[in-house]
């Protein structure tokens, strides 16, 4: 085997390495779940940029028996030929570097690898060990690192192949995370999402610890994306789909959109080379503002409009969209804390122009789906101009009446600082009252549910505000719901959903979260809405008249509070919020500075969507399947991260 000194630049490439493995969470975001996936997307990243331009048709993400992870594509392979500069080999650089990816790929569209990625180094960082092939030159070259990224195999030639690849094998340091369970659904719904946005390319993914395997393939991409999300609504129209390049800016763009009926929100996901922009940017701004003129000016021109100019947020009710950009690497920028925004200038008018010139074109053409849109359009406005005035005649008529309504089963916050506020739902009167004792009376507020709030996903409107539960929750947020949902206007800066940790708990949350989702969305796309978890154990033990007492969360917590607590401890196992003394419920669930709680955040649209409607929507016999496989919401998945 080949062997070669250590060099100033092996020191170098250590230390960069060292720095990734003191500090993950600035690379990866976090060391929980959440961020032993991203060694996953580091990794698929490449390969896709690969497929993306053009080498490739096949990607394979394998997630073996040992707890290592795989993922296989059919490209030209890494360079494994030396670097000129360095001495080394492509491959090796690419493996121990920071930001290397982007030297030896000259893809004209880089995805995630070239982006705000950070790359295959950080993967080999925080991997245990991690093992490299490539298929090149009728070549078989294989090099190993362990213990994060210590080269312990060099770079050798081991056979002859007349494949060409790349496979990277890793095994995730469970001295860095905590917990290296590679999720299944995690990583299928994000293959799928790939698959979507690039039609022709397969993607396949095969659980060998469990069996489990499905492959995606989209020969119509965004087009299918769309009917897959809205698999259950009532289409308004089919789905329709534009693309197109920019001849000045090589912009490429692709769009498809869908009007459905009785849904009042809008649904608007966009990507730039492949990477979700979580916060928009330019491009949905372009987007927006043609769609509205499209429409405007179609409704004048056949005389539609009746003089009033429809707005944006009219023409957007029941629309979904994807907006799939592909930007070359000199003009993009992004902007935000998370680099979710694309900020790219000119990708507004290119958006904007071409949604504007096919949007009116399709509209022309299509009379009676034409039809049917301004119609929605108009009820939309309609109902706007009718909550508005509703609203108003509500903030003008005596404040003492909305007290009123309150008061009856809120016990409210004294602090009048809204956004330090917290709004506790408490399942049940009793917990209610322990809570009522145990909470902070300047910033926090309870507010108890009797029985269980209504199923929000397959009833109309009216209805719904006759539902006390929810106009109770309506009335004490404070800023409407619907179309006329003011986020500036909410009481609370945390509104915080405390359950029993069963079934029926698990239930009530689902509830709330799918009527927030429906008709308070900002609330939970800005992070406002969390859920409280309180503890399973408490592990106590009297001596000499001091109580000693711990409390677990979990198994893992409990082995570890029992030894803390000492032999001869007594083991209580919560079965409901009830069971907890006022105390006892602040101490672990309630107060700032001790509890647990978990921040809603979702950020997969497609089991988004599907949790909402399958969940919510009339088919039982789906709804309980699917329950029993996906919901767990005290579990930490890619919809919700701790918090405080
Ligand atoms: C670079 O330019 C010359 C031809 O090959 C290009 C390249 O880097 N291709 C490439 C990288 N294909 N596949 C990868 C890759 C695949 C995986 C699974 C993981 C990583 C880190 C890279």
């Not at 902007?335 to 949604?355: C, D, M, W, Y």
Request: charged letters at 25%.
């Amino acid at each position: 085997m080949a062997e070669r000194k250590y060099t100033a630049n092996d020191i170098h490439i250590l230390q960069g390495l060292e720095g990734v493995r003191k500090r993950p969470a600035m690379y990866i975001g976090s060391s929980n779940s959440m961020g032993l996936h991203h060694l996953v997307w580091e990794v698929v990243d490449n390969a896709v940029d690969e497929a993306l331009s053009g080498f490739g048709k096949n990607i394979t993400v394998t997630l073996h028996k040992d707890g290592s992870c795989s993922v296989l594509d059919e490209g030209r392979g890494i360079p494994v030929d030396i670097n000129k500069e360095t001495g080394r080999p492509g491959v090796e650089i690419v493996f121990t570097e920071l930001h290397a990816g982007g030297k030896f790929n000259s893809a004209v569209y880089k995805s995630a690898g070239g982006l705000h990625g950070v790359g295959a180094s950080v993967t080999n960082a925080l991997s245990e060990w991690c093992d490299v092939t490539v298929y090149q030159n009728n070549g078989i070259y294989h090099l190993r690192f362990e213990k994060g990224g210590h080269l312990v195999e060099p770079l050798n030639r081991q056979g002859d192949t007349k494949k060409h690849g790349t496979l990277v094998r890793f095994k995730p340091d469970p001295e860095i995370f905590s917990t290296v369970d590679f999720k299944y659904d995690t990583i299928s719904s994000h293959l799928q999402e790939s698959a979507f946005l690039m039609k022709g390319v397969r993607f396949i993914i095969n659980d060998e610890r469990s069996g489990q395997k499905q492959e995606f393939f989209y020969q119509e991409g965004l087009v299918e994306y769309i009917n897959n999300l809205n698999e259950s609504k009532r289409h308004l129209i089919p789905v329709v789909s534009f693309s197109d390049i920019d001849s000045l800016t090589n912009i490429e763009v692709e769009i498809a959109l869908q009007y459905c009926a009785e849904d009042y929100n809008e649904t608007i996901y966009s990507y730039v080379n492949n990477v979700k922009t979580g916060d928009g940017g330019t491009h949905e701004s372009g987007f927006r503002a043609g769609i509205t003129r499209a429409v405007n000016d179609f409704a004048e021109q056949q005389n539609l409009a009746k003089g009033k100019k429809l707005e944006g947020s009219d023409i957007r009710e029941g629309l979904t969209a994807i907006i799939s950009l592909k930007v070359p690497e000199e003009l993009l920028e992004f902007e935000g804390q998370t680099k979710g925004k694309l900020g790219t200038p000119v990708a507004f008018q290119v958006v904007s122009n071409l949604i504007y010139n096919k949007f009116t074109y399709y509209l022309t053409e299509n009379k009676e789906n034409a039809l049917l849109i301004i119609k929605k359009c108009i009820d939309s406005q309609q109902a706007r101009i009718a909550a508005r005035k509703a609203k108003d005649e509500a903030r003008s008529s005596k404040k003492a009446k909305q007290e009123v309504i309150l008061s009856d089963k809120l016990t409210p916050a004294q602090s009048k600082e809204y956004a330090k506020n917290e709004l506790f739902i408490v399942e049940g009167d009793s917990a209610g009252g322990t809570a009522k004792k145990g909470r902070d009376r300047i910033h926090q507020a309870i507010l108890p549910l009797r029985g269980k709030p209504l199923n929000t996903d397959s009833i109309a409107l009216d209805k719904l505000l006759h539902n006390e539960e929810i106009a109770t929750i309506i009335n004490t947020i404070g800023a409407g719901f619907g179309q006329s949902f003011d986020i500036e206007d909410i009481h609370y800066g945390k509104i915080i959903i405390m359950t029993d940790a069963d079934t029926d708990g698990a239930h009530i949350q689902t509830l709330l979260l799918t009527f927030f989702y429906h008709y308070m969305r900002q609330l939970i796309t800005t992070g406002h809405v969390y859920i409280a978890v309180p503890p399973l154990y408490r592990i106590y033990k009297e001596e000499n008249k001091h109580l000693i007492q711990e409390y677990a969360w979990d198994d893992k917590g409990l082995e570890e509070a029992k030894k803390k607590v000492g032999a001869g401890c007594k083991i209580n196992r919560y079965k409901g919020l009830g069971e907890m003394d006022a105390i006892q419920l602040k101490e672990t669930t309630m107060d700032p500075k001790t509890r647990l709680l978990i921040q809603v955040d979702i950020n997969d649209p497609l089991l988004v969507e599907k949790k909402v409607s399958v969940l919510m929507g009339k088919d039982s016999s789906i709804r309980r399947t699917w329950i029993e496989k996906h919901v767990d919401f005290n579990q930490e998945d890619n919809f919700m991260k701790e918090a405080k």
